[in-house]
């Protein structure tokens, strides 16, 4: 349950930070580096950053970008199985 508060919160962050950075685009103004949406995306943002670029066409056409992304989305894929595993192996100790 923690970490579906802690991806909830850091999406919430991150969707607004991509929707911010695509008006700066729009009005050529100062943008968010890319290295930072990564960073956002990394830290549990990926599901608000995802929303993001579909609801407002922000870094979808750029493929290093998006493979960058997608890897992110993998990585926590994998966390999510790990935690799985690790408290299947707990409940099965405690029986």
């Known amino acids: 349950m923690i970490y579906i508060g802690w991806i909830l919160i850091v999406s919430l962050g991150t969707f607004f930070i ?3 950075d695509k008006r700066s685009a729009q009005r050529g103004r100062w ?4 290295a930072t949406l990564h960073i ?3 830290l549990g ?3 608000g950053a995802w929303i993001a670029q579909r609801m ?7 493929l290093s970008f998006q493979i960058a992304f ?3 989305i993998v990585l926590h894929a994998l966390i999510v199985v790990l935690i799985g595993f690790l408290y299947f192996k707990m ?5």
């Open 45 to 47: 943002g990926w599901p």
């Open 91 to 95: 409940i099965e100790q405690q029986t």
């Open 18 to 20: 991509y929707v911010a």
């Open 40 to 42: 956002w995306a990394v």
């Open 70 to 72: 997608y890897l992110t």
């Open 56 to 62: 407002v066409r922000h870094k979808t056409r750029k």
């Open 31 to 34: 943008r968010v580096p890319e």
